[in-house]
């Protein structure tokens, strides 16, 4: 069918970075210690880290269902419409968690769940662009700069990161800036982020959806939704003021 045409297509353009057969891709530790954890280990370590989250944030149970219960990783390169988890289906989920995950990145159990989901569901190779662009905000955090170490950059409009990592430098917003202001992607894919999270709302416990005019009721709603929205603010600004001169 045309959809599984397309799903081969954009399957066939995920590249994987490259890792030793004794490593693994990982957010919180380096490629040899990510190896030698368990898929089990890191199910419960990311399951965990979930039901904590979900004590503050109640709609992230809708995504418990990603835990699968054999506790194996997903092969997602084999995935089809007639297999038991719908290729298409999951992609969608997995994009909204990663919006929702985006907007409590600097809690420590954030982490544990994209750990999760880099080794179950490899999301560093099928959702790249997604990870990059939807945590820029947090660039000069170290979670950012481990996830970005992760990802095959090259091909993406966030390739001008790799000499950044390799020189072990801090990743920061003049980086972004210099090179937003000349591959016009970079803002273009943050502009739909900030559209489809301003959508999300975390604290009511129900079936996760989009609706037009679902904005932030709370204080703590508000925080949430800040530091993307002065992050991009402020890269507009620092963009029209090089553009001008």
Request: net charge neutral; glycine share 2%; hydrophobic share 40%.
């Amino acid at each position: 069918s045309l959809s599984q045409q397309l799903l081969k297509l954009s399957t066939s353009q995920n590249v994987p970075k490259t890792f030793q057969s004794n490593e693994k891709a990982s957010i919180l530790f380096t490629p040899k210690d990510s190896a030698a954890y368990s898929s089990s280990a890191i199910w419960k370590l990311g399951k965990d880290a979930l039901d904590t989250l979900t004590l503050n944030f109640p709609a992230l149970i809708t995504f418990s269902s990603l835990w699968v219960l054999d506790q194996k990783p997903i092969d997602r390169s084999v995935l089809t419409e007639d297999s038991g988890m719908n290729p298409h289906e999951l992609k969608g989920d997995l994009d909204k968690l990663l919006l929702s995950l985006s907007l409590i990145f600097n809690k420590p159990e954030t982490s544990k769940v994209i750990e999760f989901l880099i080794r179950f569901y490899q999301i560093h190779i099928y959702e790249r662009t997604q990870l990059l662009s939807y945590f820029l905000a947090f660039h000069d955090c170290e979670g950012y700069r481990n996830m970005a170490n992760c990802i095959q950059l090259k091909g993406t409009e966030y390739e001008f990161l790799d000499q950044i990592l390799f020189q072990k430098k801090s990743i920061k917003r003049s980086h972004i800036m210099n090179q937003a202001s000349v591959d016009h992607r970079i803002m273009s894919s943050y502009f739909d982020y900030l559209q489809k999270i301003k959508n999300i709302d975390l604290m009511t416990s129900s079936e996760f959806v989009f609706t037009a005019d679902s904005i932030p009721k709370s204080n703590n709603e508000i925080a949430l939704y800040s530091r993307m929205y002065s992050f991009f603010s402020i890269l507009c600004i620092e963009i029209i003021q090089v553009e001008k001169n």
